[in-house]
Each structure stands twice: as structure tokens, then as C-alpha cells.
């Protein structure tokens, strides 16, 4: 069975402190993403992987940066946490074989920031 | 740019009643169009999907049909389930690297 794990269900952190979120998959994937879910507005993409080291830009990156130095695990970084940083993040991965390719979505860190 | 439009919610129903949750499209190309259910908490999974014009993807009694004329991939379940509670979010993928586009989602309640 296909898994994607992430390392918190739930985190409480401060204001300026820096956050880290870990995702990883076991289907040997090579494209990772990083989503932000808040009420409303859906799911909008950070950033994504389509190879080990190679990163780009989502929808909305700004705060946030990210790290793949291994094909199985996908970092979220957020340098200087800030309240409106308070969302639920979730992780997926899935193959590059085109636009068909299903995502597999972790269960998501509900991340707060005090 | 791609998007993907949503009717509003929430949407409560009786078990047994017939859904629809209306979802449209505007895309670059020929996408693929997905459901994808958030069941509380947990991350999201795939219901369904077509990859082309006319195809019809089916899943769990739900069923949602690729309707380039109209742009629309709507989904339909003949009788819910309290089970089917849940968030049903639709998307599409128009590019490389299977990049979703996600609609804002919807909260669907059933009441026994």
C-alpha cells in the first residue's frame, strides 16, 4: 500500500521561530509537493520537487523555503514562523508521467503559530 | 492561468438522497480533471478521474463525467451515505509534473 508520511499531526510553535516539516514517500516517486489547506481558499501549492535537489515555486512560496536531498523525503522550511502561517499543510507525491498521474497526499501537520 | 470553480457549500443531505456537487474548469490544453474526498482528519485521496473528453471516472457509487463542450466535471452519487461525509475537493492538471490546480472545496454533511 502506498504511503506518504509527515512527521507531526499537530505543531504549536512561536512567532520567529524556525519550522520544520517533514514529509516522506515510499513509492519511489520523483515529484514531491508542499500544499497549504486554509478554509475557503482550497489547497494552494508552496513549492514543489521533480528531482532530488531540483525545487520551484508554487502559488504562494513566500516565507517558506525547501530541501530534497533525498528522492524519498521532502522538507518544509518555514525561516521566521509568523501567525498567518497558522494552516494545515499537506505533502503528496506522485510519478512525472503526465497529467493523468494521481497525487498521494499525506495526513497533513494542522501547524500552530503562537 | 488554470482555475477551478466549485459551488459554494456546505451541502447538507438525508441518506439516500442524490448528490450533484457542480465543478468547472478553465484550462490551457487538454487536462486531466480529478475528485479528490478529505475524510476529518486526514489528508486527501483520489475518488475519481478522466483524462480526456467523454471519459467517465467512477468510484464508491460516484461518478463524474469529462464534458469538454460544457467545461464542467460534475459529480453525482445516486444515494449517500452517512459514510460520504466529508470535503470533495475537484482539480485539474494541465502541465508537466502532474501540478494540481485545486477548487476551493466543499463540506458535504449526511444526516441518517
Known amino acids: 500500500d502506498v504511503k506518504v508520511t509527515q512527521s507531526s499531526r499537530y505543531l504549536v510553535k512561536r512567532t520567529g521561530e524556525k519550522v520544520f516539516l517533514e514529509c516522506v514517500q515510499d513509492?519511489?516517486?520523483?515529484?514531491m509537493f508542499w500544499y497549504r489547506q486554509d478554509p475557503g481558499l482550497g489547497l494552494r501549492l508552496i513549492y514543489f520537487?521533480?528531482?532530488?535537489?531540483?525545487?520551484e515555486k508554487g502559488d504562494i512560496p513566500e516565507g517558506y523555503s525547501v530541501s530534497r536531498e533525498k528522492k524519498e523525503r521532502f522538507s518544509l522550511i518555514l525561516e521566521s514562523a509568523s501567525t498567518n502561517q497558522t494552516s494545515m499543510y499537506l505533502c503528496a507525491s506522485s510519478n512525472p508521467r503526465g497529467t493523468g498521474e494521481t497525487q498521494y497526499f499525506g495526513p497533513g501537520t494542522r501547524l500552530l503559530v503562537l | 492561468g488554470n482555475s477551478v470553480t466549485q459551488m459554494e457549500g456546505p451541502v447538507t443531505l438525508s441518506e439516500e438522497a442524490f448528490l450533484t456537487i457542480n465543478c468547472t474548469y478553465t484550462a490551457t490544453g487538454y487536462p486531466s480533471l480529478f475528485w479528490y474526498v478529505q475524510y476529518p482528519g486526514e489528508g486527501l485521496q483520489l475518488l475519481l478521474k478522466?483524462?480526456?473528453?467523454?471519459d467517465k471516472g467512477s468510484n464508491k457509487g460516484f461518478e463524474a463525467t469529462y464534458r469538454k463542450e460544457t467545461t464542467s466535471f460534475h459529480l453525482e452519487k445516486g444515494s449517500v451515505q452517512v459514510s460520504d461525509s466529508a470535503v470533495y475537493f475537484c482539480a485539474l492538471s494541465a502541465g508537466a509534473n502532474s501540478k494540481l490546480t485545486f477548487g476551493k472545496g466543499i463540506t458535504l454533511s449526511v444526516r441518517p
Open positions: 478522466a483524462t480526456k473528453a467523454d
Open positions: 520537487s521533480y528531482d532530488v535537489k531540483m525545487k
Open positions: 513509492m519511489d516517486h520523483e515529484n
